[in-house]
């Protein structure tokens, strides 16, 4: 069973979905919205980054991740040779929690419907988590500081857990653990790709 599977936008685009976003009411987070922020990037992006939540830049914008942090994150995407057009951002909550607070539960639950039908759309070889709120949906019991830079196939899909990149603006040794963390994605790529039988086995956590 996919994450998407049960999602009630099942047949909407992409498009569509984040349509539904910019005028969705069913979490109190958009009472206090100027913008929602559903995402974007390549429908067919082979990679998808996954954060938490919009921050001031992002709900001023509509775009996910343009502020301080998003500068860092489009840097780590071109260490790992990849362009920011290729990829697709988005977050596990649309709109921006009161003063950049952490997603709540029911906020997160509101919002999962829009990340399942875009995973289903897109069905990216690999799914980026960053931070703690993303990763904990695709790596449930873990903690960051355990499974950063590592992968694990959950659901069909290949997750890769990272710190968020916003983290790194306040603790400077985090930044060099991101650069070095991101440098692993290209192997990771290209092992997804290979023949079923050279696949790594679902229990491998490190590529490396």
């Known amino acids: 069973m996919s994450f998407a599977q049960a999602s009630p936008l099942a047949g909407l685009s992409l498009a569509e979905v984040a349509a539904r976003v910019l005028t969705c009411t069913d979490c109190p987070l958009s009472r206090g919205r100027t913008h929602a922020v559903p995402g974007e990037g390549a429908e067919n992006a082979r990679v998808l980054f996954i954060g938490e939540g919009p921050g001031w830049h992002e709900d001023q914008t509509g775009r996910p991740f343009v502020g301080p942090a998003g500068k860092f994150l489009d840097e780590l995407i071109a260490s790992a040779g990849l362009k920011r057009p290729d990829v ?121």
């Open 88 to 208: 697709f951002i988005t977050n596990v909550v649309k709109c921006r929690p009161p003063g950049n607070r952490d997603p709540l539960p029911d906020e997160i639950d509101a919002c999962r419907k829009y990340l399942d039908r875009q995973l289903e759309i897109m069905k990216p070889d690999v799914v980026v988590t960053l931070g703690r709120h993303s990763m904990a949906r695709f790596f449930p019991g873990e903690t960051i500081s355990r499974v950063h830079g590592t992968w694990r196939r959950q659901n069909g899909l290949v997750c890769f857990a990272m710190y968020h990149p916003a983290a790194a603006l306040h603790q400077q040794s985090l930044k060099t653990t991101l650069q070095t963390d991101i440098l692993k994605l290209p192997g990771l790529l290209q092992e997804v790709n290979r023949p079923a039988q050279a696949e790594q086995p679902a229990k491998q956590l490190n590529l490396f």
